[in-house]
């Protein structure tokens, strides 16, 4: 290779690794710019002096990198010092574009109307449902590419001070983004400053019901077969008696409110779960996602002596990357075997051990051996799948319930 710094600029350590990785492989790296030769042999028969001069080399890589990186904060933070007079990146709200000249912002007619109207309406003391639902019956274009409004859109909207002109910059410490001071003044405002102070007054005086009443039991595994969807706990009004399980989206209008009494749908589910644990177990079957991420997880491993190997012939940028990619994969294919294997703990929680009349524990032991529970709401039915492959399906016929038990059918 031309020279060492080209194995990586990276941190010291694991440029030295990769380094090392490839004397300890038995592969002689020839450096053309000094013509030196890195040898295993050579530096074990006891000349060390390769082996500093190379960490001289690798280190003075990354000194060049740091200081580059370095050299772009400095940069950008005489950008900041200039905000007044250049904009510091063509980004900026979806309501807004940058001029040619990228000195000043310039409003979207028809988004700004359409921010001024969520603002009007929320100090009009509509909520942001509310909001996003007469957006999407309006039928008014989202701000970006989406085809309907939902909630966090709404209240993205509400919470940002772009709407009054003030930039919140940030810089990046230690692979985290750490804000600065902001800027007033940077962005067009679209919104007046009255209008913006009054519906965030509103906003902060409204009671909030996190936390209030019955903790759901079922959040996180009840899913809508018609959707696609989480279903979610639905309180109509302050009224205890009027709860609801429906569709995530259909508060807002972007998916069909189709309602189950939540009481209702809580004891059916309850008796599935007694019905499916009572039932003979399933036969242990392979986990194929497992066995998938496994195999995943070996050519992975087998690969990165490869990239290793690539670097004596020049490659040593993109093999890097490369290296990197596998790195992140490696990590996300542990994670996940880590997830199943505790999912395949939670399968071997015995049954006996669950006092189903307990409310306190209800949320726990429901998630110790349900692993999904798909409704249709339509059709008034749904199935609990367990962790351990059992699975009961419910349906409402007329007055008449049926529970059937799903044990025997393949998963």
């Known amino acids: 290779m031309e020279s060492l710094d080209r194995i990586s600029r990276t941190d010291i350590t694991y440029a030295l690794q990769l380094f090392l990785g490839l004397i300890n492989a038995g592969v002689v790296v020839v450096t053309l710019a000094d013509e030196r030769i890195y040898d295993r042999e050579k530096i074990n028969d006891g000349n060390f002096t390769d082996l500093i001069i190379s960490l001289t080399i690798l ?3 990354n000194e060049e990198s740091r200081m580059k990186s370095s050299r772009v904060s400095a940069a950008w933070a005489a950008k900041r010092g200039r905000a007044g007079e250049e904009k510091l990146t063509k980004l900026c709200p979806s309501w807004l574009t940058l001029s040619d000249d990228r000195k000043t912002f310039i409003p979207i007619k028809e988004r700004v109307a359409v921010v001024r109207r969520i603002f009007e309406l929320s100090a009009s003391g509509v909520g942001q449902t509310k909001i996003a639902k007469i957006l999407n019956a309006e039928k008014v274009p989202t701000l970006r590419s989406g085809k309907r409004w939902h909630i966090s859109s709404v209240k993205k909207i509400l ?5 009054i002109g003030e930039f919140q910059p940030g810089k990046m410490v230690d692979g985290k983004r750490e804000l600065l001071d902001p800027i007033p003044d940077y962005f067009p405002t679209v919104v007046p400053m009255e209008l913006f102070a009054t519906v965030h007054r509103i906003r902060r005086s409204r009671p909030s019901y ?3 009443g019955m903790t759901n039991p079922l959040a996180g ?4 077969e018609m959707t696609g969807n989480k279903m979610i706990r639905l309180s109509k009004g302050t009224d205890q008696n009027y709860i609801y399980l429906v569709d995530s989206a259909a508060p807002t209008g972007a998916a069909p409110y189709i309602s189950w009494r939540f009481d209702d749908f809580l004891n059916a589910c309850l008796a599935c779960c007694r019905t499916a644990t009572a039932a003979p177990e399933v036969p242990k079957r392979e986990n194929l996602e497992l066995a998938a991420a496994l195999r995943e997880l070996d050519e992975i491993e087998a690969q990165i002596p490869r990239m290793v190997a690539f670097i004596a012939n020049g490659f040593s940028e993109s093999v890097d990357l490369r290296l990197r990619e596998l790195e992140t994969r490696k990590k996300t294919l542990a994670k996940k075997i880590t997830e199943i294997g505790a999912e ?11 006092d189903w009349n307990d409310s306190e524990r209800l949320k726990e032991n429901i998630r110790s051996i349900v692993k999904r529970i798909t409704v249709h709401p339509k059709d008034r039915r749904f199935t609990v799948a367990l962790f351990d492959g059992r699975s009961v399906s419910y349906r409402e016929i007329g007055n008449e319930v049926e529970i059937e038990s799903n044990e025997n059918q393949p998963q």
Do not use: C, M, Y
């Open 344 to 354: 395949e703990q939670a399968g071997k929680v015995s049954s006996d051990d669950i």
């Open 210 to 212: 996190r936390g209030r």
């Open 59 to 61: 280190s003075r890589a």
């Open 159 to 163: 919470d940002s001070r772009a709407v």
């Open 221 to 224: 595994v009840v899913f809508n």
